[in-house]
């Protein structure tokens, strides 16, 4: 599912957070793993100030799993439950259940002293496009569940999923906008093909990666596609080209064809796991 941002998308997303957000006591955000920060949404903090907050390091499979203990962290320090999950292959996701319970344990304290008892927390999942909302989401209560909620004509408010007698969470993700203004962001998102291609700029996008993966996983590339090192990009994209017998019109080399191999095996986490942002 890709998406085009626009400002009419924007306001949509905000007003239809706005709304949902009034409703729950925890936001669920989740992140992609490779990109922690980028993956992020400017407005979170504030549309989800009051709330317990728990961050999801989501795909966490396609990451490097010592930066995703670092990236843990990091979210920790800065206040946040952080725990890293796998929504595709379920890993990570049994402990959830007990991980919301802690993240909304003041919550449930206050709420013990003022004598309400056995009210479930309510929760609420959101994220960026494509960072794994829908899949977590059956993943945590089971595709029938999630199903049910979504049958149209069935209901029209809000369907809220009961995961146990302590947790409901509502069904429908909220769609967070990414900070696409950023250019740094922007080529990350387009990295892991968060943002659709231009066609023109594949072979912008694939040297841009090339640069990364020399300078922080140097000799991946050289390993992959059986070339030799090479200080040029564009070199070492004619090169993946050569390897790959990239052609067009018979013998020349065709870049774009190997721009478009070299993202395809990026994101299909074929060129390993691979973390582009530090904390
Ligand atoms: P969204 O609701 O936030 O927009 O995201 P969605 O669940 O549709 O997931 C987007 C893509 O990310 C899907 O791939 C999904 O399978 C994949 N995905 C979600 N969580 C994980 C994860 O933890 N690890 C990995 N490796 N992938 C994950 P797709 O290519 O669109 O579909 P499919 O080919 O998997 O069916």
Redesign the pocket.
């Known amino acids: 599912?890709h998406f085009q941002w626009y400002p009419g998308h924007m306001t949509k997303a905000r007003r239809m957070m706005q709304e949902n957000i009034k409703l729950i006591d925890l936001v669920i955000e989740?992140v992609d793993?490779r990109i922690p920060l980028s993956s992020r949404n400017p407005d979170i903090d504030e549309l989800g100030k009051n709330k317990a907050r728990l961050i999801l390091l989501?795909?966490?499979?396609?990451a490097e799993d010592t930066l995703n203990d670092e990236w843990i962290g990091y979210f920790k320090e800065q206040g946040y439950s952080a725990v890293k999950?796998?929504?595709?292959?379920g890993?990570g996701i049994k402990s959830i259940q007990s991980v919301i319970q802690e993240a909304c344990k003041e919550k449930t304290e206050r709420d013990r002293k003022r004598g309400i008892l056995n009210r479930p927390v309510r929760a609420m999942v959101a994220?960026?496009?494509?960072?794994?909302?829908?899949?977590?989401?059956?993943a945590l209560a089971g595709k029938a569940c999630a199903r049910t909620g979504n049958k149209p004509g069935v209901t029209k408010g809000k369907q809220w999923i009961r995961l146990n007698k302590n947790v409901e969470l509502l069904d429908t993700?909220g769609?967070l906008w990414p900070k696409f203004e950023d250019q740094e962001v922007g080529l990350k998102l387009a990295f892991i093909g968060s943002i659709k291609d231009e066609i023109l700029q594949t072979e912008e996008l694939a040297a841009e990666l090339i640069k990364f993966m020399n300078s922080a996983y140097p000799g991946v590339l050289e390993e992959k596609y059986d070339i030799p090192a090479a200080e040029d990009i564009y070199g070492c994209l004619r090169d993946i080209a050569k390897s790959r017998h990239c052609l067009v019109r018979g013998n020349e080399l065709d870049a774009g064809k190997a721009a478009a191999i070299l993202l395809d095996d990026f994101r299909g986490?074929r060129l390993g796991r691979i973390t582009l942002e530090r904390p």
């Open positions: 599912m989740l793993a989501n795909k966490a499979d396609m999950v796998n929504s595709k292959k890993g994220g960026i496009p494509n960072v794994g909302k829908s899949t977590f989401i059956n993700p769609i986490g």
